[in-house]
C-alpha cells in the first residue's frame, strides 16, 4: 500500500524537504509515503481566488492514482487525535488501498476537489504554516506507524 501525498506548493525550505524525507523515510516499505508537488496557480495583486483554487484543483484531480482512497486535508474537517490516526492507518493497510492525502493551495480546495474526497480531516483548529503542514502529516503517519507497531516512539 502506498500513501500519496498530493500537495500543493513547490520549491519548499530546506528544513521542510529535510524533516518531511526524515519521517518519510522512517514508514517501513508496506506503507511508503510518496509526494506529489503541485505547481500552485500564479496570485498577483488582483487575482481571481476562485479561478486559482480551479486550476490547482485540476492539477489535483489528475494527480490522483486510481482507485485510491481520497482524503482532503481541510480546515472544515474531522479533527483526529494520534491515536485514531494510527486506527485509520491500520485500516487503510489491511483495505490494501492506496490512501491519498490532499494538501491544497493558500486558498484552500476548489468545490471539485473537496466532492471528489471520500473524507475530510482537519489537522487542527489552529492555522498552520502551509510548508509545515506536509511535514505534520509525514510526522504523524509515522507516529500512528510506531503506535501500530508497538514501537517505543508514541508515549502517551
Known sequence: MR????????????????AYRDY??????ECRLELVEIAPAQRGKNADLARAKHQEGEKILK???????I?????????????EWAGELKAWMQSGRD?????????????EVLARAEQKW?????????????????EQLFRAWSLNANHPYHRA
Do not use: N, Y
Open 99 to 111: 490512501t491519498c492525502l490532499l494538501i491544497g493551495g493558500p486558498d484552500g480546495h476548489s468545490p
Open 122 to 138: 482537519a489537522l487542527s483548529k489552529m492555522t498552520l504554516p502551509h510548508a509545515l503542514v506536509r511535514v505534520f502529516v509525514a
Open 24 to 29: 518519510a523515510a522512517r514508514l517501513p516499505h
Open 3 to 18: 500513501i500519496w501525498l498530493i500537495a500543493v506548493g513547490t520549491r519548499m525550505p530546506d528544513w521542510v524537504e529535510t
Open 71 to 83: 482524503i482532503a486535508l481541510d480546515e472544515h474537517g474531522r479533527q483526529h487525535g494520534s491515536v
Open 63 to 69: 494527480a490522483l492514482p486510481r482507485d485510491a482512497l
